[in-house]
Antibody, heavy 114, light 110 residues
Framework: QVQLVQSGAEVKKPGASVKVSCKASGYTFTSYDINWVRQATGQGLEWMGW????????GYAQKFQGRVTMTRNTSISTAYMELSSLRSEDTAVYYC???????WGQGTLVTVSS | SYELTQPPSVSVSPGQTARITCSGD??????AYWYQQKPGQAPVLVIYKDSERPSGIPERFSGSSSGTTVTLTISGVQAEDEADYYCQSADSSGTYRDVVFGGGTKLTVL
């Protein structure tokens, strides 16, 4: 069965970077884009961008351009999302989701606090 | 930037029909998707491409589209359907189809 398993919770200081991983199984990793979506506590879903695991091509939401980098390691079917220059407003649960967002990871809580 | 508009809340009694709307100018040209999210859980896709239902999703969930509005209908609502529901579509005005979410609708089962 399709599974996306994300890395564990992180606590970071303002100005630092965080890198979240998303390990895919149950399907051919390179056949579907990976999207990243975040959700602050009590708030709605916010799309951050996508990555094509086959080509490595990416597309980022304008809000995150310059601060987000999405990469992959096809040998271990894992996608990564790195967000830099963290601020308190980046505290949220970060999700990866396959293709047309039909399967989602369990989420990774990133807390930014001094 | 492109927006999708949902009502903040909808309330229904068990066994009744719940309808959640989502409005957006690009909806006549782009497919809509619906997600159910329960507290502390990741979203789950319940409707894709306006009206298709993924395997494992109960038949009481259905989707429809008319002009700039799409609707998620839950027939015979059950207590377990109480959740937040998000519509999603794409903004094709840029160089790539940016994903856009509605603000979410909290469905309360009375």
């Amino acid at each position: 069965q399709v599974q996306l398993v994300q890395s564990g919770a992180e606590v970071k200081k303002p100005g630092a970077s965080v890198k979240v991983s998303c390990k895919a199984s149950g399907y051919t990793f390179t056949s579907y884009d990976i999207n990243w979506v975040r959700q602050a506590t009590g708030q709605g879903l916010e799309w951050m961008g996508w990555m094509n695991p086959n080509s490595g091509n990416t597309g980022y939401a304008q809000k995150f351009q310059g601060r987000v980098t999405m990469t992959r390691n096809t040998s271990i079917s894992t996608a990564y999302m790195e967000l830099s220059s963290l601020r308190s407003e980046d505290t949220a649960v970060y999700y990866c989701a396959r293709g047309d967002l039909d399967y989602w990871g369990q989420g990774t809580l990133v807390t930014v606090s001094s | 930037s492109y927006e999708l508009t949902q009502p903040p809340s909808v309330s229904v009694s068990p066994g009744q029909t719940a309808r959640i709307t989502c409005s957006g100018d690009a909806l006549p040209k782009q497919y809509a998707y619906w997600y159910q999210q329960k507290p502390g859980q990741a979203p789950v896709l319940v409707i894709y491409k306006d009206s298709e239902r993924p395997s494992g999703i109960p038949e009481r969930f259905s989707g429809s589209s008319s002009g700039t509005t799409v609707t998620l209908t839950i027939s015979g609502v059950q207590a377990e359907d109480e959740a937040d529901y998000y519509c999603q579509s794409a903004d094709s005005s840029g160089t790539y189809r940016d994903v856009v979410f509605g603000g979410g609708t909290k469905l309360t089962v009375l």
